[in-house]
């Protein structure tokens, strides 16, 4: 996936790519492989360069506001396409993919296609390390599909449900 962003004055071309649970992160032509787990909300474990970091990123529309420690950067998207669909996901339109924060294994599926669900409903139960997570839905919609059932090992960005 392909993107352009701007983080203070500068624009960056960004590719990301997924490979082996990792993705390949193209900044500008470097490369780096890196790891990335959602912990709780809005916060990340990224592992690069044999460096660990953990950061927020919170959202407001088209901007992503990334702290780690006590430096803060805003992020813009300036993909004109991309932006658009990033538009449509943030006033409640269009379809949104819920994906696994980590890998595991589905313990249980809590909502069948054509159900209504609120904001933060719980979809789908992973199990991780002996601990179940409950992946809840992001924003209200209709569940438009259902994409693993109880007892499927996923991995981290795999998609477990589809909402309009």
């Known amino acids: 996936m392909k993107i352009r962003v701007k983080a203070g004055e500068r624009e960056y071309d960004i590719d990301v790519e997924r490979e082996d649970g ?37 959202r407001e529309g088209n901007r992503y506001h990334v702290r780690h420690g006590a430096t803060q950067r805003t992020v813009s998207l300036t993909d004109e396409t991309r932006r658009g669909r990033e538009d449509l996901r943030a006033s409640g339109h269009g379809p949104v993919v819920v994906a696994s924060v980590m890998p595991g294994k589905v ?57 309009d």
Do not use: C, W
């Open 107 to 163: 313990a249980r599926v809590l909502v069948s296609e054509g159900d209504t669900v609120a904001e933060g409903q719980g979809l789908v139960v992973v199990e991780a390390m002996k601990m179940e997570n409950e992946i809840g839905a992001p924003r209200a919609g209709r569940v438009a599909s259902v994409e693993v059932e109880p007892g499927r090992t996923v991995e981290a960005g795999t998609t477990l449900v589809v909402l």
């Open 22 to 58: 990792l993705f390949r992160v193209t900044v500008d032509g470097v490369e780096r492989s890196v790891d990335v787990h959602k912990l709780e909300a809005d916060f990340y474990s990224i592992l690069t360069d044999g460096r660990s970091y953990e950061v927020s990123v919170e």
